[in-house]
C-alpha cells in the first residue's frame, strides 16, 4: 500500500458495514473476491499528464480522499482502476481506523468475528459473523442479547480480527488465542473451534486472497476504457460517475466544488 494511490476518477470510499461483513463472510467460505486492477504508471506520464493526481489511500473512515502533493520521486507507480473499496475496507479494517455511527456520535470501532458462528446461515445469507463494536471492548468479550417477547437469552463469542491478524509466529498462533479466550472470558476453545480462527487467520496473513493485474499502458483513455469494462463488482458506477470523470480532466477543482455544494 505504500505507493498505491486511488486514480483520479475512482469515488469516494462508500461501503457500509454491511459490505464488510459479506466481505469476510466470503473469505472464510473460500469465495472469489474479484480481481483487483492497477495502473503501472511511468513517472513520466504523471509529469507529462499534470490531469492524473494520486489519491491517497484512506486512513480513517469518514473522511474524503487527499491529494498526494508530494514531488514525484519515483520511477513508477501503481494506481487502483478497480478495487479500490475492497483494498480500503482491507487497510481500514486491519491497520487503519474505521468509525462507527453511534447516537449521533462517530466512534472509533475494530471489527469481530463471532467464533462460534459457521453453523448455519443468518436470514441475511451470512454463515461466518462478523461486527464492529466500539474499541473499548477489548480482544475478546461476551455480547449477551436478550429476547424479551420470546423470554429468551443468547450469547455471542467475540474475538477482535486485528488481535488474530496481528500475530505473526505460525506454531504459537493457536495457542495465543486459546490463551487469550481464556484469561479474559475463561471460556475453553476446542479444536474446531480454535481451527476456525487459525483459518482465518492463515488467510489474512499469508494466503493470496486477491487476484491482481497490473495494465502498463501508458494511455489514459486506454486506461479509462478498462476500467468501465471491469467495473463490475460491489456498487456499480453509473453514467453520471463516469461523466463526472471526464468532467475532473478538464476542471482540477470539480472534486471539491461538488462535495461542497452537496454538503
Not at 500500500?1 to 470510499?13: D, G, S
Not at 501503481?78 to 479500490?84: E, K, P
Not at 480482544?139 to 463469542?157: A, G, M, P, Q, Y
Request: charged share 30%; aromatic share 16%.
Amino acid at each position: 500500500m505504500r505507493h498505491c494511490f486511488c486514480l483520479t476518477y475512482k469515488r469516494p470510499y462508500v461501503w457500509e458495514e454491511a459490505d464488510i461483513y459479506l466481505l469476510f463472510d466470503s473469505i472464510c467460505r473460500d469465495y472469489p473476491i474479484n480481481t483487483v486492477l492497477f495502473w503501472y504508471l511511468k513517472k513520466e506520464t504523471l509529469q507529462s499528464n499534470s490531469f492524473i493526481k494520486r489519491f491517497k489511500f484512506l486512513s480513517e473512515r469518514n473522511i474524503e480522499n487527499q491529494i498526494d502533493t508530494s514531488p514525484i520521486r519515483r520511477d513508477s507507480y501503481f494506481l487502483a482502476i478497480d478495487g479500490q473499496q475492497r483494498i480500503t475496507s482491507f487497510y481500514l479494517t486491519l491497520q487503519g481506523t474505521y468509525k462507527i455511527k453511534i447516537k449521533r456520535n462517530w466512534e472509533n470501532a475494530d471489527l469481530y468475528f463471532n467464533f462460534n458462528s459457521g453453523v448455519e446461515e443468518d436470514a441475511e445469507g451470512i454463515l461466518y459473523e462478523f461486527k464492529f463494536f466500539p474499541q473499548t471492548n477489548g480482544n475478546v468479550f461476551i455480547e449477551t442479547i436478550e429476547d424479551k417477547k420470546n423470554k429468551t437469552t443468547t450469547t455471542k463469542n467475540w474475538i477482535r480480527v486485528k488481535f488474530i491478524f496481528s500475530l505473526d509466529k505460525l506454531p504459537e498462533v493457536q495457542s495465543k488465542i486459546k490463551q487469550e479466550i481464556n484469561r479474559i472470558i475463561n471460556v475453553d476453545v476446542d479444536d474446531a473451534v480454535s481451527g476456525l480462527m487459525f483459518n482465518l487467520w492463515s488467510k489474512l496473513r499469508y494466503e493470496k486472497l486477491i487476484s491482481y493485474y497490473n495494465e502498463k499502458t501508458q494511455d489514459y483513455d486506454k486506461v479509462l476504457d478498462i476500467f468501465k469494462r471491469t467495473n463490475s463488482g460491489g456498487q456499480k458506477l453509473k453514467y453520471s460517475d463516469l461523466l463526472f470523470s471526464y468532467i475532473k480532466l478538464h476542471w482540477n477543482d470539480a472534486r471539491d466544488k461538488f462535495s461542497k455544494l452537496l454538503k
